[in-house]
């Protein structure tokens, strides 16, 4: 039978440490912050502390623990590694070390990463609203971990790290596969203009309005577009009362959807079958394909290329955000290109088994990316595991 671990607060191996450096002694820092979930350090970049209202900087010395104050308890907590040497933090980030014959600081990275441990850490967090629930030095150092040896601490390191390696290599080849496939579909799109003639969206897309007339004891359901071709959303359903005076207008399967406050940063979209009986609200334009004419797919893929949205700019004038608006008269007088109905059908039909494979690969990349947080689990629950219950990992 497994031996528990023991169970240490974190302050009999951890020390808090001053590397304060006094602002009126530095004029240029590499600033860093830590982000949350235990996703680590991120550079934030130079800053010139002239000026600003801190009266010290915390300098980073590799192997160094830090924590967010204000946002440890959502595990804004992170190992200082090489990269961080000398760049600094604002004094609401405190600096720890470790005692290292006893705790090993990746241990204790990859232990923090858990989720009941940011719970643990919020239930010693103090004040009320997530701004104000700021985690002390002492209470963070009140911690309690299992600690085993610094051996078995190591080798826990050295299975999760190969593991963590395995899925960044996996990732790194999911990345150049989905810019292949980008790279095949752009050519094979530029290969279905040659057969295309060149008509404004007028006569191949027009607009259509479906006006709803409100009720308002019914409840309606919203659509939404996201920006940069990621498709639709569902938003909240709303009754008549909340929509009030708002205009709305029914959307259908195969619509062609821009948004036309944003639809110069991507946002367009095709309407799915599960978007059936939704509705938009004016400021979303309904172009229906002429069918046996052009595709919704085909139409949107081409508005999303860098040819695409350069007209869709264009047709936008104004500032940015909500002063860019597509305009209607504009849009219409687009042109697009329309290849026989044949081929735009071969390229969409290539882009939609693409686009399922490419689904597949983040679906299972999502399952393989939970071994971490499962290994970390069970190999952290308190306990050595015996050689026929360690995980193991393939070479």
């Known amino acids: 039978m497994s031996k528990p671990w023991p169970r240490v607060q974190l302050g009999e191996v951890l020390l808090s440490v001053d590397r304060a450096v006094p602002t009126n002694q530095l004029t240029e820092i590499d600033l860093a912050g830590v982000y949350s979930f235990g996703n680590g350090l991120f550079k934030r970049g130079k800053l010139a502390v002239a000026g600003t209202s801190y009266k010290k900087y915390n300098q980073l010395v590799t192997g160094d623990f830090v924590i967010s104050q204000p946002k440890a308890w959502e595990g804004a907590v992170a ?26 600081p990746h241990y204790l990275s990859w232990y923090c990463r858990q989720p009941k441990v940011w719970d643990q850490i919020q239930a010693k967090s103090k004040g009320m609203g997530a701004r104000r629930e700021t985690v002390s030095v002492d209470q963070f150092l ?17 299975r999760i790290d190969a593991i963590q390696q395995h899925l960044q290599q996996a990732d790194t080849l999911r990345s150049s596969i989905d810019y292949d496939i980008a790279s095949l579909l752009a050519v094979r799109f530029q ?21 709803v007339t409100l009720d308002p004891q019914s409840n309606y359901a919203e659509l939404g577009i996201r920006s940069f071709g990621k498709g639709t959303f569902h ?21 062609l959807l821009f948004s036309n406050v944003f639809a110069w940063e991507g946002a367009i979209a095709v309407a799915k079958p599960d978007d059936t009986g939704r509705v938009g609200s004016h400021r979303f334009i309904s172009c229906v394909p002429h069918s046996g004419l052009v595709t919704a797919e085909y139409l949107r893929y081409y ?4 040819e695409g949205m350069s007209k869709i700019r264009d047709a936008s004038p104004g500032g940015a955000g909500r002063n860019r608006t597509l305009g209607l008269a504009k849009l219409l007088a687009l042109t697009v290109p329309i290849p026989p109905i044949q081929i735009q059908q071969q390229f969409v039909a290539l882009q ?39 995980p193991r990992i393939e070479e």
């Open 352 to 390: 939609a088994e693409l686009s399922r494979l490419a689904q597949v690969r983040t679906d299972e990349a999502a399952q393989v990316a939970a071994v971490v947080p499962a290994l970390i689990a069970r190999t952290m629950q308190g306990n050595a595991p015996s050689p026929a219950t360690q």
């Open 191 to 211: 290969e279905t203009q040659q057969h295309a003639e060149w008509l404004p969206m007028q006569d191949v897309a027009p607009i259509v309005r479906r006006d």
């Open 79 to 104: 190992l200082v590694t090489p990269e961080f040497e000398g760049w600094f933090l604002s004094p609401v980030f405190p600096v720890f070390s470790a005692n290292t014959e006893n705790l090993s």
């Open 142 to 158: 009140s911690l309690e971990i299992p600690l085993p040896s610094i051996d078995q601490q190591r080798r826990i390191v050295a």
């Open 235 to 255: 938003k909240p359903t709303l009754s008549g009362i909340e929509l009030g005076s708002k205009r709305v207008y029914r959307i259908e399967p195969g619509d």
């Open 303 to 306: 508005f999303l290329t860098d």
